[in-house]
């Protein structure tokens, strides 16, 4: 309460507390009246209470997420047929960031298999900034990312920005990537969610960690626990990365949540350069795998040629990757 | 190009831009060749010539948006009926957070009408950061912002979020809001933009000028040309407020483009005691109207309870706003 | 408490609030234990208590800043001879960034008093971020403003970087200035808290308001009470405006805070274009002072030219905020 | 220039470059001109063509920093005694945030030393963001870690807040630390650049790239060039961290600059919890270095107990890293 609070306003407030079927316990300290609630608060309408006359601050204690909150609860696994995300293996995905053709894709899968990469990533719809910007192959590329499966028997991801699209996108991929600028977008959250397919959720640009984790929490809710959790950059005052990618995610992800997080170093520097160097990081700091953009010719690249690693550069990367994996009792 | 760009480089770039139709122009600097380009720029692939061996940087000397763009524009004005947005008068656009009864929305409606807005805000489909959240009356909230509309002559302003609901909500509202998490949610933005309907884009809490730009682009670039962009706070490190209302955005955006750009005080402080004056800001920096929460009984208001005011702080407001208004040779 | 906290660590926890003379209540919720501390919560060890077994985090209830807080006291009025910052008239200061000549600082100031300015600002001692920039004139710039100010009768601000030439700027100026880069510069701070002058202290461009209030707290806490707050900017993910003013701080430090609270538009925003419509929009929120940077020739300015106004658009902006500041009961 | 620049404006813009011996070349597009400017642009006045009739924008292509900057440098080591920072050896430096007594400061020296750390940290002068915090023992602490350093070889690195503090500092210690609220000031930056010792300069908690290598740049503009970079978390809007450690700052800054970069994982975070995987990740990125908190008895430390690991930790810790810095060619 204020310090100024009149004694109506506190008893006002108790009052409201005990009509919620909460336990109000008025703490009378030197300077100002405070009330303790005890019970579940998230059926407290904070900015109901925060809107009563006298009432300075709600401060909350409990998680706002249930399902997605570690507390009680072990490290889950998402599986995907055989590769499990979330376990002692760092799961390494690769791919172009746009499927263009057939060639580009199967050439692209089958050196990220050899590699050891275990996921095939490829945008058939592509969110771009700009309205000029190429949209992605829609439908042909989904087909074209089911024959690199076919041809090497890698996994694939792609990403669905559209509720309407996700049955068409659940027929042809293994894993539905939800993206950076639809972390809030409900209906399409609420849609993955009432599918049974493993969700590849990527963090808001602007969010913390506590909305990414309401983000998963919308999945869950609707019967889906097969989440995994994507740092992929966020928006600060630097400009010599598109994006910060925000390392600490990692460890502190795992503080709160039990589903697994990756990283994705491409999107989350913009820059081909750090690619390998934030890879590194990544892995040091515990993520459960990596989502890199390669192609076999970065430089024509149709989509974000400028934060692609070429395959042998991949191919380089994984060696290192899977020593500094060894370091922590994981591999790759 | 870089300082240690080879001979070979900078000819590889120059062959590059050549076979796009371009026109490049090397200087040769004391430190450093400098490869200008003529033409177009927008069909210039950035991160593709980003991408080649010796180049350090590219940069833009065109905006990426065209339609939304001020050069050779006059300033737009947006009719909804007979009320016209970004013309001398500045609107005002009050209403609940969310649509709860018919009793609710028709005595706010009518009290600010009384008090001088011209239309009325209410959701009938709300995006909420926790799955459990009340969610809005969907189409039967619809209905009865319709019915306050019949009573009062007000025009209606409500918010869609899924694409699906573009063509129902269409039937019910006079202007389509899209709210600040689905600002690049592109299937939505093509659907309404698909739409004659004036839109009012809001911007993602994350997004600069020239996204925001862009986003309008997506819209205009389906032919409705109906956009009214608005400044809702974005997010800073400072956590007084629920987000940094930035008032720059108005005289920022009216350099840049020839929409009409409002403020939303209620959601871009998140605090209801800064909503006067920042209303007050916004009119003197030269807002083309605001959107306010207002309600009847805020403590007991389902939604947004902390941000939103009562309907005579919200009387009292409107004589000041026109005063200001006069001040810069507009009004209320 | 965490959720796993043992018993053992609940009852360390209480035996170190006790240890501390202050009192322990604990509330054993339906989930976890939370620990509500009773009493000046300003000696608590904020640190040491987090980092004890089962502790999951420490609220804090109490604001750290007790001389600058607002509770319990009247709005203050910092007095500079006859000039009162804080009361019904809105003061405002304006003139160069940087000293530069007698002629120059001289004939602005015969125009901006002309105008209305009470307060002449003007800098000796720049400090600029490129270590190759011009850094002022030093005490012959100070020697100027004295002449300007006997030649006007205005007051003089100017900036102070220095704790060795506090002494020095105090023999010239008025009022000491404290830039955003020593917001936290806490030998300067303390310097100019054992002076009895008025200290301008302004915003770091990355602290929120309760920084700055502890950085106020600094110079109070040395016995100098006579601390003008000024917002500047902040620092955002947006590029079209050098910083990001933020408006929103002058009602929320008014809520916060007895001190007055002024603002910069100029360096707010770095440009020229939109120092007219924000310094409307400042006093518009109820800001107690603007100080603008004004130049009888901007275009040759040394410093800031490309956010410095001229003497003209100066004297027409001072019309319409006297007008803004009538319809909230103000003046300039 | 602007689209509707005038034929006059842009004569105009050309006699100013060519009257400050620059080459204006003017390239005349579809849409506007462009006016291309060879020379050393670092005598360009940036702000006065920005401020002149019809210029829209000045983009600059040099680096402001030079004595900073990579362009055709190779990596500097700075050695400090045995010690060198920036060759193949990651050289951890550890210790207590603030020397406390001369119990604990050589108890802790001892232990870091024999897990593999070289330098010695530990306050003496601690800049605190409240008035009534802890501020260190001043000389006392100086000599105290001094014999610290006798009992023990390890060299020492401690801050220094005050100009007028630096030749006393000087005396005790082998590296003088500039805190992160000192990065931009000035009269500091000179009084250590004044010295031949080596400079830890800390990343401002709101400062860019540029802006770090700017602040570098002042000190070796006086004449000493054996700075040391540190990166130590910036402010972003999560608040689960006290700040954001930015390893992308590791590869980035040893792109543009040729002076060496460690990483303080401590205050980066703010966070115990995250030291560890966040050391790892740094030195995975390429760090030459660390910094890290250790105390004998992290709950009872006098300040930052909640970002201190103990000393055990620290030992497990050292091998990771060693294990890490091998997969890449380095060494502990």
Redesign the interface.
Known sequence: MK??AKKENIENAIHKIESLKLRP?P??????T?I?I???E?IL?V??I???PGVEKV?E??K??KLASK??KKASKVRVGDVVIGGQEVIIIAGPCAVESEKQIVEIAKSVKKSGAKILRGGAYK??????DFQGLGEKGLKLLAKARDATGLKIVTEV????DVELVSKYTDILQVGT??M????LLKEVGKTKMPVLLKR???A????LL?AA??IM?QGNREVILCERG????????RN?????A???LK??THLPVIVDPSHG?G????VT??S???????ADGLIIETHCD????I??????IDLDEFAKLMK?LD??AK??GRKI
Chains 1, 2, 3, 4 share one sequence.
């Open positions: 310090k100024e316990v703490l009378v300290g030197t300077e100002r405070v303790a005890i019970g579940d998230r309408p900015n109901k925060k809107a009563m401060m204690v409990l706002p997420y507390e009680g969110p771009r900034t700009g309205p000029y920005i559209d509720p309407r600028r639809n809030q977008n409900y209906p808001g640009m602007w913390n960690y506590k909305e309401l929490e919308y809710a966020v928006r600060t005052f630097e400009t010599y990365t910060t990618l925000d390392i600490n990692v460890p502190s503080e709160l520097t820059k081909k350069s750090l160097p934030m590194r990081a990544a892995v040091a700091a515990g970065p430089e024509n690249a989509v974000d040629a400028d934060q692609t290192q020593a500094i370091v922590i």
